[in-house]
């Protein structure tokens, strides 16, 4: 089982649409996780941080994280074509530890 | 805040030179950066972890005496691919956590794109 693990898509959503983007983890200790976005090329740049259960909004992105079913998520309200990317979670298992990357969702979101 | 520049951007060059790629932190202290490689359509690859006046720790993997790490400062971590070849090509991200921060995101570079020919 690897130790992250995100549906390698592509997911395709119509533009306006919700997007919903799920990461599971093994490491019941992870204690913090992060949602990066990369376009085509570049590096990958933070979306949202979450290390409590619940819901964390910020703008159109929503992260859920679900401890006891390690299950981390990430929501994109209204999507538009310019949130094409691939989306990657990353958990830290120990604080000040190195990331665990999943192998990332591509998103195309179609006008 | 929480920048990081990665130099250069972009290096063609050929078979069996040494490149050295450049990870600075500008607006803060790092005592620890990591490096990335990452190959196209795949996810990222931790090649090792960089700490400041210290050894580096490699992945397993990832050989040490062709991937050369220092970390001299606390805004400045360096990676040499030496006698570099076409396998070699990739795109090179380093990142960085903040000082004191053990718990925060890790914040990227722009990458480094190395072709070899």
């Known amino acids: 089982q690897k130790e992250v693990e995100q549906n390698s898509g592509p997911l395709s959503v119509p533009e306006g649409a919700i997007a919903s983007l799920n990461c599971t983890y093994s490491?019941?200790?992870?204690?913090?996780f992060f949602w990066y976005r990369q376009y085509s090329g570049k590096s990958p740049e933070l979306i949202m941080s979450?290390?409590?259960?619940g819901d964390k909004e910020d703008g159109r992105f929503t992260a859920q994280l679900n401890k006891a079913s390690q299950y981390v998520s990430l929501l994109i309200r209204d999507s538009q074509p310019s949130d094409s990317a691939t989306y990657l979670c990353?958990?830290?298992?120990?604080?000040?530890?190195?990331?665990?990357f999943g192998q990332g969702t591509e998103l195309s979101v179609k006008p | 805040g929480a920048v990081v520049s990665q130099h250069p951007s972009w290096v063609i060059c050929k078979s069996g030179t040494s490149v050295k790629i450049e990870c600075r932190s500008l607006?803060?202290?790092?005592?620890?950066m990591f490096w990335y490689r990452q190959f196209p359509k795949q996810s990222l690859m931790l090649m090792a972890t960089?700490?400041?006046?210290?050894?580096?720790?490699?992945e397993q993997g990832v050989e040490k005496d062709k991937f050369l790490i220092n970390h001299a400062s606390l805004t400045l971590s360096t990676l040499t691919v030496t006698s570099a070849h076409p396998e070699d090509s990739s795109f090179y991200i380093c990142?960085?956590?903040?000082?004191?921060?053990?718990?925060?995101?890790?914040?990227f570079g722009d990458g480094t794109r190395l072709s070899i020919l």
């Open positions: 990142s960085a956590n903040t000082q004191g921060a053990s718990n925060q995101p890790q914040h």
């Open positions: 490491d019941r200790g992870s204690q913090s």
């Open positions: 979450i290390y409590s259960n």
């Open positions: 990353a958990v830290r298992p120990n604080q000040g530890g190195k990331l665990i």
């Open positions: 607006d803060f202290q790092a005592t620890t």
């Open positions: 960089s700490n400041e006046g210290s050894k580096a720790t490699y």
